[in-house]
């Protein structure tokens, strides 16, 4: 365990401390991603199921009221379907945005080892270097991972609703 935490403290001081801000931005961003699919997967299915009864429940199911606590029922079960998603896409668009914050914080150390050392010398800009491509990585690995469970969870929401709908009709 000592080792792995030595590990991880290694790879955040060669990356520099904006591998840090996209560590905590990845972190934020599967909390909410794990939230998404733990409503989606087990708390979604008791309000849909609450809002099938209550619409079995009416005796009119055909008039324009009806029709408009139809739509109604819908549009607040796909609100709380969507919940953090937005946000999601936020934090996804973000992650690269940071690994190319990291990219010029590196150059930027890489041109001062220049400046100061000259540019022969090839050990003393290599940490500039790191510096400057593993946040790019970690940007777009967190971005690219976010984007699948992001679509994942669009997918989903698109799926549920239409679901509702189906429970929701006119009979």
Request: glycine share 8%.
């Amino acid at each position: 365990m000592i080792e792995f935490l030595e590990a991880i403290r290694d790879f955040t001081e060669t990356g520099g401390q904006v591998l840090l801000v996209i560590g905590l931005l990845i972190f934020v961003m599967w909390l909410l991603i794990l939230e998404r699919a733990l409503y989606l997967l087990i708390w979604h299915k008791n309000f849909s199921k609450e809002a099938v009864k209550v619409w079995k429940a009416r005796e009119d199911r055909s008039s324009w009221h009806a029709e408009q606590i139809r739509s109604k029922m819908i549009s607040t079960l796909t609100i709380q379907l969507n919940g953090s998603i937005p946000i999601i896409q936020a934090l996804v668009a973000l992650c690269p945005l940071l690994g190319l914050m990291g990219t010029v914080t590196g150059m930027i150390e890489v041109f001062d080892v220049m400046a100061i050392s000259g540019s022969g010398n090839a050990r003393s800009m290599a940490s500039g270097v790191s510096k400057a491509t593993i946040p790019t990585m970690a940007g777009m690995v967190g971005a690219l991972s976010g984007v699948f469970a992001s679509t994942w969870l669009n997918r989903k929401v698109k799926t549920e609703r239409a679901h509702l709908e189906e429970a929701l009709i006119k009979r």
